[in-house]
């Protein structure tokens, strides 16, 4: 019964709105019932360890790391954290987020944490993987895309990454 309320409930906003959120659009491709525990484990100690790869005009990795972790950190407001692109700085470097911007469209994130970084294949607009890794395993795969009018400075990018961490983790 609360999914099917929860179904009508969104199906009311999308009739409502009448188009995405004002960001972009976020899908959850691959996850276990739950990564909760995980992010607790992972972040318990110490901060995550994300490693921001790839680019998109506007959305080049060395540029962006700083506004994706600090939008990740903002992002979780019930569960505090703190981030580090350093991976001598992560209290648990098993545990571990990738930010893949513009990555190809039929890339195994699998392989991802086995260490196999793609090249970044820019389509008409700008595209995100993020992947959460215990090891070598992914515990769960958020895509997604912004529009074209979102930069990466803007408060609509940040809310973008929030909304991604929150799915990512729960």
């Known amino acids: ?10 199906l009311v906003g999308v009739a409502a709105c009448g188009q995405d959120a004002p960001y972009g659009h976020v899908e959850m491709f691959s996850a276990r019932e739950s990564t909760q525990s995980y992010f607790f484990s992972a972040t318990s100690r110490g901060p ?23 939008g990740m950190e903002r992002g979780m407001q019930s569960r505090p ?29 699998n392989r991802l944490c086995k260490g196999e970084i793609p090249e970044s294949v820019p389509s008409e607009k700008p595209t995100f993987s993020a992947v959460f890794c215990v090891g070598d395993d992914v515990y769960r795969d958020i895509s997604g ?3 074209k009018d979102v930069t990466a400075d803007s408060e609509a990018f940040t809310k973008f990454v929030g909304v991604v961490t929150r799915a990512l983790f729960k």
């Open 1 to 10: 019964m609360k999914k099917l309320l929860a179904g009508l409930a969104s």
């Open 48 to 70: 995550l360890l994300v490693d921001v790869r790839g680019s998109y005009p506007g959305f080049e990795a060395d540029a962006v790391s700083g506004v994706i972790t600090a």
């Open 81 to 109: 954290f703190k981030t580090t692109m350093d991976i001598s700085e992560a209290e648990s470097p098993s545990y571990r987020v990738f930010w893949l911007i513009a990555p190809p469209k039929n890339f195994n994130t």
């Open 145 to 147: 895309w912004v529009h």
